[in-house]
């Protein structure tokens, strides 16, 4: 490993673990996941999963299956760095758990170049997507 590697994996791991941190101002009982949006090594956005601007802070129905209309980590540091007029174009997205889907589809919209994850997802549609466009996917499964 060059030095050069060994600088952005410690980077890297730093990162993870504020996204992680992140993670708990989430309201969700049944997952609590963190993102964090990096670009030139400045955090240009946040988020975590849970529900949109104006609703109620719970994210489960009584039977414990997550509400339909509940945002990913990653949608929302997406939509919140597009309402605050910087670009995530070449950015770094971390997030504490792979993303589904969905999220990568914005991801790649969005024009982040790479994505940066500690949790395998229970489906790896999303990260199949992301390899296929050219983003670049990196697990870190410990962050020490």
Excluded at 46 to 69: I, L, R
């Amino acid at each position: 490993m060059t030095d050069q590697n060994g600088k952005q994996l410690v980077l890297d791991k730093r990162y993870l673990r504020m996204a992680r941190i992140w993670a708990e101002n989430s309201y969700c009982r049944r997952r609590q996941v963190g993102a964090l949006l990096v670009k030139d090594q400045m955090i240009i956005s946040d988020g975590y999963n849970g529900t949109p601007a104006g609703f109620t802070n719970v994210c489960e129905d009584e039977d414990g299956s997550t509400k339909p209309y509940v945002l990913h980590a990653e949608a929302n540091a997406i939509t919140k760095v597009a309402r605050s007029g910087n670009s995530s174009e070449g950015s770094t997205l971390y997030i504490t758990a792979s993303p589904c889907m969905e999220c990568s589809k914005l991801i790649i919209q969005a024009g982040i170049k790479r994505v940066v994850f500690n949790e395998l997802y229970r489906l790896s549609d999303g990260l199949d997507l992301l390899a296929n466009a050219g983003v670049e996917c990196i697990h870190i499964s410990e962050l020490d």
